[in-house]
């Protein structure tokens, strides 16, 4: 099925059935927005206009790969609660008791999830009548009587309609408060490491931000000067992240990944009720609403019009197709617009089916201008055709292979486990987006005036070599006064390596390798120094 793409004002006419569906769910979305006026429906680096006002619900980035260390699972990371200052005590930073996060898997194509990890915790103090402080002195282990905030979870695995609680009250790893209290971090993520039943691991806890961009692109593109880029605005900061590394029989439609490798995944986190209090404490016994809901990294940013960016978050992929507004700034984006007024840089041809195959139907011969098959779900042999909708998920042929040489450009450099096949910690999304909605994953050349991109090429960190992958917290503060702007990435990059012995310098979350010969994009060429391998 294909979804229609922009046209014409005077000839904009809906199909009645898709308007009634599209308008209620935008009526319900906005509904709930009344409600709850502090209340963020928003996800993304707080990219929604209400999203300042809920940021334990907020899904910042959502990656999927296949573990560069064991090639037969997949790790599925998710992060909340952007901008964490390390030094933002004396609460710091809790997942809501309030809220169920989530991680969601279509291995069918119809935009509906087969199987969904759900995660719900609880929140308690050792004494919260005579201490004010988040521990009491060094913590050592995740049982040490100074860790006085503590935070448990349940892990529930939904597939086929029916739910099991994989684990019960496991602890999350608690917030890094400082070198001096968490001197040895990395064994506090081990010891909130779990191993699953049937294979796999999970983790959660405290992470530096793994996404690395100079954030000024919002500044009308720089201002026009493109002198000015290369701040990696997320430096030094932490999230909230949800890791979970499961073998790929248990992803794949029928068990089987060597016959349907490809899967969708996003994530959401749902809500009971309605609340502007502290999200620890009880809300009402409403069912649970999504609030926030991510898979392809900067949809809802830089695609999604204002007026539909709340409402779009309360949306399953399934419904995406039905509300034309949005499809139709697929087939005919903003970005590229702007990209023309202020630099001159001709926006490429509408409607954009290229765009459409990356965020809406994955890639594949059939499917669009992007002559290749790679991660549609069409490319499942047991998927039904018939059922197969249009719809924004992330998604990832589990067949490609990891690579000892990924390439941060990902597909756009040939690398065919990177972006937009899946998303691993080291893709560069905001390079290869502007470049993308340039029309570069058609043409298979990039625009040279925007071939640097944002000059922020990798993380302020390396990443780990092993499961979750993600560096471990920092400990400095960001703002340090007037010093602040000579702060640099290198200097980062050396405080937290010096606080974190345990992690490997390596590129993690990385994949691919001998795909553009297996799946035909070999004609994708860069003219990038080496720096880009």
């Known amino acids: ?25 935008l009526a319900a979305g906005l509904g709930a927005m009344a409600l ?45 609660i952007p901008m964490e200052e390390p030094n933002g005590g004396p609460n710091f930073y809790a997942f809501g008791d309030d809220l169920r996060y989530t991680i969601k898997v279509d291995n069918s194509g119809d935009g509906v999830a087969d199987i969904t990890y759900s995660w719900r915790f609880r929140s308690s103090y050792r004494d919260a009548a005579d201490q004010f402080l988040y521990n009491t002195g060094q913590v050592t282990s995740l049982n040490d009587p100074d860790l006085n905030f503590r935070q448990v979870y349940d892990l529930v695995i ?71 880029r290369g701040q990696d605005t997320l430096a030094g900061y932490n999230v909230n992240t949800i890791a979970i590394q499961v073998p790929k029989r248990q992803l794949a439609l029928r068990g089987t990944p060597s016959r349907n490798p490809v899967i969708g995944v996003w994530s959401t986190t749902e809500r009971r009720g309605v609340t502007v209090n502290d999200s620890r404490k009880a809300s009402s016994r409403a069912q649970w609403k999504q609030v926030s809901r991510l898979g392809n990294p900067l949809v809802n940013e830089v695609v999604v019009p204002l007026k539909f960016k709340d409402a779009f978050n309360t949306l399953n992929p399934s419904q995406d197709r039905t509300v034309q507004p949005v499809v139709d700034k697929v087939y005919d984006p903003i970005l590229p617009k702007l990209i023309e007024r202020v630099y001159g840089i001709p926006a490429p041809a509408t409607p954009r ?71 691993r910690l080291a893709d560069d999304v905001i390079d290869i987006s502007l470049q993308a909605v340039e029309g570069a994953a058609q043409t298979g050349v990039l625009v040279p005036a925007l071939a640097d991109g944002d000059k922020v090429d990798t993380n302020e960190v390396p990443f780990g070599g092993s499961f979750p992958y993600v560096a471990l917290p920092h400990t400095k503060n960001v703002n340090r006064g007037p010093a602040a702007a000579g702060r640099n990435a290198r200097q980062s990059s050396m405080e937290n390596t010096a606080a974190s012995p345990g992690m490997k310098t390596t590129q993690a979350g990385v994949v691919a390798g001998v795909g553009a010969i297996l799946l035909g994009l070999g004609g994708f060429r860069l003219r990038r120094r080496d720096r880009d391998s």
């Not at 502090?38 to 929604?48: N, P, Q, T, Y």
């Not at 939904?158 to 040895?184: F, H, I, N, Q, Y």
């Open 36 to 80: 709850a006026p502090g209340v963020s429906l928003a996800s993304s680096h707080r990219e929604a206009p209400l999203i300042a006002g809920d940021p334990r619900a907020d899904n910042t980035d959502v990656y999927a790969f296949t573990s560069p260390d064991k090639a037969d699972t997949v790790t599925m990371v998710a992060n909340w």
């Open 158 to 228: 939904t597939s086929g309609g029916r739910s099991r609680t994989v684990l019960s009250g496991v602890p999350a790893a608690p917030s890094r408060t400082g070198k001096a209290s968490m001197p040895d971090y990395a064994t506090l993520r081990n010891q909130a490491t779990f191993g699953l039943p049937g294979g796999g691991k999970t983790y959660a806890g405290q992470t530096e931000d793994p996404f690395f961009a100079d954030l000024r692109v919002f500044d009308l593109l720089y201002g026009g000067d493109l002198s000015e």
């Open 1 to 25: 099925m294909k979804v229609s793409p922009a046209r014409p004002r005077s000839r904009r006419v809906l199909d009645q059935s898709l308007l009634v569906l599209g308008a209620t769910t």
């Open 353 to 423: 089916n290229d765009l459409a195959e990356i965020y809406l139907t994955g890639i594949c011969k059939v499917c669009g201008p992007i002559k290749a098959d790679l991660n549609a779900h069409r490319l499942n042999k047991d998927a039904p055709l018939r059922k197969i909708v249009p719809a924004e998920e992330l998604r990832l042929n589990m067949a490609v292979p990891p690579t000892a040489r990924p390439k941060r450009l990902g597909v756009l450099a040939g690398d065919l486990a990177g972006f937009p096949n899946g998303r």
